[in-house]
């Protein structure tokens, strides 16, 4: 079942995500605008379109969700591979998902301060770089 239901919302998403699907949405949108004056713009008229959108947001948001997930777990399979690949990249980040908030905060803290670490580092470098390029021009004059 759970194969059938996979094939059948990366089908919809497919054909919803197109521009035929847009367009066709657009005039169905249209069509119910112009009969609002042949149906005296009635409650029953304004409740065809509210229980159509209804309907189908309900069950698009079942649909988009699916994809969203098989999406993100390609990606995260992607990303897992890079890592394992990488040599000296931290293997024990491959399972990050499975992290919790506290762990993931933890995790954020860690790299917020390589990062700042690093740039430190660039930017002495810069410096001690324009220092030395100052004292060869004083040098060579």
Known sequence: MGEVFRKFAHAVSEKVGSVGAFIIAVTVVLAWVVTGPIFGFSDTWQLV??????????????????????????????????????????????????????????????????????????????AEGARRRTNQTKRSR
């Open 49 to 126: 379109i509210n229980t159509a959108t209804t309907i189908v947001t309900f069950l698009m948001v079942f649909l988009i969700q699916n994809t969203q997930n098989r999406d993100n777990l390609a990606l995260q399979a992607k990303l897992d591979e890079l890592i394992v690949a990488t040599r000296g990249a931290d293997n024990k980040l491959i399972l990050a998902e499975d992290l919790t908030d506290e762990q993931f905060s933890r995790l954020k803290s860690h790299f917020e301060k390589v990062a700042s670490s690093r740039r430190q580092g660039r930017d002495r470098s810069a």
